[in-house]
């Protein structure tokens, strides 16, 4: 099944220590956005790549940092991980700017 | 400015009642888009519905029926016969044609929908 796929679900890290979380897509979509998401709260968008086109929301941390190396593969990287970046990190895809947006599993991120 | 009220945080019913989410949204733009999206305890975001503004037609699927009223700006949705696995948050969610390059969704706070057995 075509789907959007995070990794790992569960990610538990040391403040201040760098992290990594992954996202695929076999929807051969040409975006894919990251929203955070904290708790009891609406999620956030973060970036989205549209093909290699990086666009930064202007709120957005610079402690936040996204690569996209191909079609199926987007990394979302937190350089200095603090306690408030402690949230769901979603995944999004969606064929075209604007159209439906098809989301992942999340990876929970806790900051010890 | 674009805005996404959903003014129910909580709403607990019995399996087998009728209930109604509210969404409110506001905007400038003609051409939009509005969503709904269910997240249960798993954490996933799944995609229920999309709604183009120049389409105000009703749509039922199944239990799940939603009813778009542009003179009010509201999107509602009405599950009927509930059940226990309707339990959930669910999200109602914009995105403006004006802003569609970045296709971002203004999120509502979402609703807390529990369905006891």
């Known amino acids: 099944d075509a789907m959007v796929i995070q990794n790992p679900r569960y990610q538990v890290t040391q403040f201040g220590k760098p992290v990594t979380l992954s996202c695929s897509q076999t929807l051969n979509h040409n975006v894919m956005y990251w929203y955070q998401q904290k708790s009891s709260q609406a999620p956030k968008l973060l970036f989205h790549?549209?093909?290699?086109?990086?666009?930064n929301e202007a709120d957005t941390p610079d402690n936040f940092q996204s690569r996209r190396p191909n079609t199926s593969f987007c990394f979302l990287d937190i350089r200095s991980p603090g306690l408030g970046d402690a949230a769901m990190y979603l995944c999004?895809?969606?064929?075209?700017?604007?159209?439906?947006?098809?989301f992942g599993p999340g990876t929970r991120l806790t900051v010890l | 400015a674009q805005k996404v009220t959903q003014a129910q945080t909580e709403i607990s019913v019995v399996e087998k009642e009728d209930v109604t989410l509210d969404c409110v949204y506001e905007?400038?733009?003609?051409?939009?888009?509005l969503f709904w999206y269910k997240q249960p305890p798993s954490g996933e975001l799944v995609f229920l519905i999309r709604?183009?503004?120049?389409?105000?037609q009703n749509e039922i699927s199944g239990r799940y029926s939603w009813n778009f009223q542009k003179s009010t700006s509201s999107f509602n949705f009405t599950i009927t016969a509930s059940q226990v696995v309707d339990s959930a948050v669910y999200f109602c969610?914009?995105?403006?044609?004006?802003?569609?390059?970045?296709?971002?969704?203004?999120f509502g706070q979402g609703t807390t929908l529990q369905v006891k057995p």
């Open positions: 969610a914009l995105s403006e044609w004006r802003s569609s390059n970045t296709g971002k969704l203004i």
């Open positions: 905007t400038r733009d003609t051409t939009y888009y």
């Open positions: 999004a895809t969606s064929r075209v700017r604007g159209d439906t947006q098809y």
């Open positions: 790549y549209y093909d290699k086109d990086f666009n």
């Open positions: 709604r183009n503004s120049f389409d105000e």
